[in-house]
């Protein structure tokens, strides 16, 4: 799949969902909170604050983002997961993070089945290095990590963070080793490297692209499979110049509202995604400028993009030995995709 040319199709594609029948209006009598997982500055805090206002106006009514990071966005999430299914708690994440956290036993017994989902943005990781970095690309610093292993440190927000996820994706293709330093989220992870303090990081385009455009970050690849552009910086390569057998799917972003929660307030959500976001020209802005690709969608249509990058992110933890629960016990069966990617 052709990570961004499919993902603009998909957009235009998006504008063409079914209306949403008209409903009763449901309207807040007090102010909602959208459960951030993450610390401030980083991709998901980004999308979601941009989003909020849009939100706001069309229930009017406050919506109030609440940064509450921790355990790789396991504390945030558990916390929309136990608030009363009132309406009134929403969480924001990586729809891939919401779907596997069971797998790695952060949040057990959950999965897909259990949010409505919204989704906005899809996202792309970037391997930057510190401006005055000796390697020039990918290949440079591919063959560091090949020699030096451990030694090169990679900055990003946890294990099951984008940039978690994204460095052990490219140690499984590139056959190396690596040591990761954690932060709170993406945006401290890029502020560090961008210091110095760490040699890489792979935390996602959104995150890294101020400090690209201010040349205090060099990317050397993204992980798409084209060249990932965006407004002010030239286009970053694609990974699989270097590793041609990586996978690579999009990560999808988005608002998620514990199964459970009233019906009118999902008939609600629905009709303003529908109206609201899905054209909104703020949102779209946003995405020129960060390097995200502009990609509404609600509900079943979002569970179905989605599920490329919740099965990939479910199986490789299997695979790098990092799953406490099989897939298969939320409905992910990783043998039928072994087999697949084997033909």
């Known amino acids: 799949m052709r990570f961004f040319r499919n993902g603009l199709i998909a957009a235009v594609a998006a504008t063409t969902l079914s209306a949403v ?24 805090d980004q999308v979601t604050r941009v989003t ?29 997961l136990d608030a009363p ?46 401006a005055d970095s000796p390697y020039q690309d990918f290949g440079e610093l591919l063959a560091a990590f090949r020699d030096e292993g451990q030694s090169i440190t990679v900055a990003t927000a946890g294990n099951t963070s984008s940039g978690g996820t994204a460095i052990a994706a490219l140690a499984d293709a590139g056959d190396f080793d690596y040591r990761m330093v954690t932060y709170d ?5 890029v502020i560090a490297t961008a210091s110095g303090e760490a040699m890489v990081t792979t935390q996602l385009a959104v995150e890294q692209s101020e400090m690209i455009r201010g040349g205090r970050l060099r990317p050397l690849a993204a992980l798409t ?11 970053i390569p694609p990974i699989t110049q270097w590793l041609p057998e990586i996978h690579v799917a999009p990560d999808y972003f988005g608002i998620f509202l514990p199964r459970g929660v009233p019906d ?25 400028e960060r390097g995200a690709v502009f990609d509404p969608s609600y509900g079943e249509e979002a569970r179905t993009r989605a599920m490329p990058i919740i099965i990939a992110e479910a ?3 299997v695979e790098r030995g990092e799953a406490v629960m099989d897939p298969s016990e939320i409905g992910i069966d990783c043998e039928g ?3 697949a990617k084997a033909e």
Request: aromatic share 6%.
């Open 264 to 288: 009118e307030v999902v008939e609600t959500m629905d009709r303003i995604w529908e109206e609201k976001v899905m054209n909104s020209e703020e949102l779209a802005k946003y995405a020129r």
């Open 21 to 44: 029948p008209a409903l009763a209006q449901w309207q807040p009598e007090r102010p909602i909170n959208i459960i951030v997982p993450w610390g401030a500055g980083g991709s998901t």
């Open 185 to 189: 989220g993406g945006n401290p992870a």
């Open 52 to 80: 909020a206002p849009l939100l706001e106006e069309a229930l009017g009514q406050s919506v109030v983002v609440v940064n509450q990071p921790g355990a790789s966005g396991a504390i945030g999430t558990k916390a929309a």
């Open 225 to 235: 499979d084209e060249p990932l552009e965006i407004e002010g910086i030239e286009p």
């Open 85 to 130: 299914k009132d309406g009134y708690t929403w969480t924001a994440n990586a729809i891939a993070n919401n779907a596997t956290y069971s797998v790695t036993g952060l949040v057990p017994d959950t999965s897909i089945d259990d949010w409505h989902v919204y989704l906005s943005v899809a996202n792309a990781p970037v391997v930057s290095v510190p």
């Open 337 to 339: 995709r072994t087999e």
């Open 315 to 317: 199986c490789a933890r």
